[in-house]
């Protein structure tokens, strides 16, 4: 299994404000993944964040309000900018790991925006 | 398009009881299956997974799930409850080449003693 940290476990952060959450991995992976759960809800996936190129968002994420930097193998960072109370949700990093391409996820940070 | 269903929003079932939480997928080929538990405050962790082969999995804390080829189900099991299996439980499917996966909305369990 991969063991995944990231910080901060939890924020409230002002309304208009940024929050960059890190994820770190001890291990080096080739793909990182953020989600966000908003309460009550299940996973959605934001980006996918492949070291040495831009991430990949999903639809209804734009890299304005959500930039990804991934330095390299092992590290990550996701930017909730310019956040309103909408953006109060657990935001998730994972990792795939192994040749059965297992899904591995990190903590989690609990974001509220008042 | 891919999806993955979980019918039951809420469980509640007598700690000693008998549990099976649904999951129904949809996808083009047979996908790769997961089965995850939130406890309160934490992360996602994985109970057991699906690749191929023998289509009773055994996974973690007792727990086991059945892959059933004709009804696309992929249902969660386990004989006897405890309280501390009060969590969110998720299942997820992705594509076999591992990149993408898609959850369900997750079924809430309750235990009463």
């Known amino acids: 299994s991969a063991v995944i940290s990231q910080k901060p476990s939890r924020d409230i952060c002002q309304r208009g404000t940024s929050l960059t959450i890190q994820c770190q991995v001890d291990s080096q992976v080739t793909m990182m993944f953020w989600y966000r759960q908003q309460p009550g809800q299940s996973l959605t996936l934001i980006a996918t964040a492949n070291q040495g190129s831009e991430a990949t968002y999903e639809s209804g994420f734009v890299i304005d309000k959500f930039p990804i930097s991934r330095p390299n193998l092992t590290f990550s960072t996701l930017t909730v900018s310019n956040m309103s109370p909408e953006d109060s949700s657990i935001y998730l990093c994972?990792?795939?790991?192994?040749?059965?391409?297992?899904?591995?996820f990190g903590p989690g940070t609990r974001l509220t925006v008042t | 398009a891919q999806s993955v269903t979980q019918p039951d929003i809420h469980i509640t079932v007598s700690e000693g009881a008998s549990l099976e939480l649904r999951c129904n997928y949809s996808?083009?080929?047979?996908?790769?299956l997961f089965w995850y538990v939130q406890s309160p405050g934490q992360g996602l962790q994985l109970l057991l997974k699906y690749f191929s082969g023998d289509t009773l999995v055994q996974g973690i804390k007792g727990f086991e799930a059945e892959f059933k080829r004709s009804q696309s189900s992929f249902n969660l099991r386990k004989p006897s409850v405890h309280w501390s299996d009060a969590a969110e439980y998720f299942c997820?499917?992705?594509?076999?080449?591992?990149?993408?996966?898609?959850f369900g909305t997750g079924t809430s369990l309750t235990v009463i003693p």
């Open positions: 994972s990792v795939l790991r192994g040749p059965d391409y297992e899904q591995y």
């Open positions: 996808y083009g080929a047979t996908p790769y």
């Open positions: 997820a499917a992705s594509h076999r080449t591992g990149n993408q996966f898609y």
